[in-house]
């Protein structure tokens, strides 16, 4: 009696084990990869949406993947590469007996979404394209459609605004300049080229001002460059330029602080900047920071001719004149016009060089010699990077 207990409840033990068998199921796909081909390693996630429970399986090298023993219910499955989820497929539900077939192919997924940017960059889609994309799915893609429709509207206002702006700025017609880059800056603030040429037209148009309102436009062509340089501070070109019309405005501290800049985000260049600074500063006046900037050039550039004589020219300022009558230069005023000599022999400087050394020494090194060279000596001008 004891025994046959015994084996009934083995039985009975046997037969929950056969139904809760009964109760799984599985789940198997294929995956292939970008280019078409079985995808070897790709891991595949099964998430239980009814109820919780996570599953996980990697395809063989065959780029095929089963998983068994899942209990039934409905799942979204998820495939992860690299580290990346690129596709899944919600709603999955299993059912005992045969495995539910997942597959993904990469590649179909990337002609499908060429397909539809094409179609939305277009404004057509198929009756293939639509069939079989959900009323969600649908609604988002046309309101995909109409934002970049009105975006590429925007685009060609703004390229027309701010091509309407360079035309005009070249043809020195500052006001119609300014209209056009101050609207394509309305239609988008972000862009840096629109307020570096907002600042040229306002600077073009304050030289040909005067009193309080070249002062104004002045105020605002600085404000224009720096708006282009927060949005690109690493532009050396950008600070040399804000340097030169703050240069203009008589801001020599805060011009010296942006050739500073400028050089250093462009060594090569330094000695430009920091030409340009001393040519502004000879045209307005300002004999001794112009000297400044033009000795801060040949330190970084000793070969910058220019440089060389506008610096010899302002040492030639601070020389003495001798009981004797005879001229003292300070020293590295000779050093200065040699070096550009030997630098620019047949330069448009050369003559008026000569003519300094000889007013130090009495004679001029024939090896200077040079009959064509322009007589006359030169300003020195700035130049825009």
């Not at 993947?65 to 992860?80: C, D, N, R, S, W």
């Amino acid at each position: 009696m004891k025994f046959r207990r015994t084996a009934f409840v083995a039985a009975g033990a046997l037969f929950l084990a056969a139904a809760s068998f009964a109760q799984t199921s599985s789940l198997e796909g294929d995956v292939k990869g970008d280019n078409g081909e079985p995808l070897k390693g790709a891991l595949v996630k099964i998430e239980r949406q009814d109820i919780k429970g996570n599953y996980k399986v990697k395809t063989d090298k065959k780029g095929h993947y089963f998983h068994a023993g899942l209990p039934l219910g409905t799942y979204k499955v998820i495939l992860e590469v690299d580290g990346k989820d690129v596709d899944m497929v919600n709603g999955v539900r299993t059912k005992l007996g045969d495995p539910t077939e997942v597959s993904f192919n990469l590649q179909t997924n990337k002609q499908r979404q060429q397909a539809m940017q094409q179609a939305a960059e277009s404004g057509q889609l198929t009756q293939e394209q639509t069939r079989g994309m959900s009323a969600e799915q649908k609604a988002a893609l046309e309101k995909a459609m109409k934002e970049r429709e009105k975006a590429m509207a925007k685009n060609k206002e703004l390229n027309d605004a701010f091509n309407q702006g360079v035309e005009a700025l070249k043809a020195k017609q500052y006001e119609p300049a300014i209209a056009a880059f101050t609207k394509a800056s309305q239609l988008d603030a972000t862009q840096h080229v629109i307020f570096a040429q907002l600042a040229e037209a306002y600077m073009g148009q304050a030289a040909t001002k005067t009193g309080a309102e070249h002062d104004d436009l002045t105020n605002k062509g600085l404000g224009a460059y720096a708006k282009a340089i927060e949005l690109k501070p690493d532009d050396a070109g950008y600070h040399n330029n804000y340097a030169l019309a703050l240069a203009k405005a008589k801001k020599f501290d805060e011009a010296q602080q942006q050739l500073t800049k400028a050089a250093e985000l462009d060594p090569t260049n330094a000695g430009r900047y920091y030409y340009n600074l001393g040519a502004v500063l000879v045209n307005t006046g300002q004999t001794e920071p112009a000297g400044q900037a033009f000795k801060k050039a040949i330190d970084v550039d000793p070969n910058y001719a220019d440089a060389q004589y506008q610096y010899g020219v302002y040492l030639v300022s601070k020389a003495q004149v001798g009981a004797d009558g005879k001229v003292n230069p300070v020293p590295g005023t000779r050093e200065a016009f040699e070096k550009y000599l030997q630098l620019k022999p047949d330069g448009p400087f050369a003559e008026s060089a000569k003519s300094m050394l000889a007013s130090m020494s009495g004679a001029v090194d024939t090896k200077y010699q040079n009959p064509d060279a322009q007589k006359a000596a030169k300003k020195p001008r700035s130049g825009k990077k």
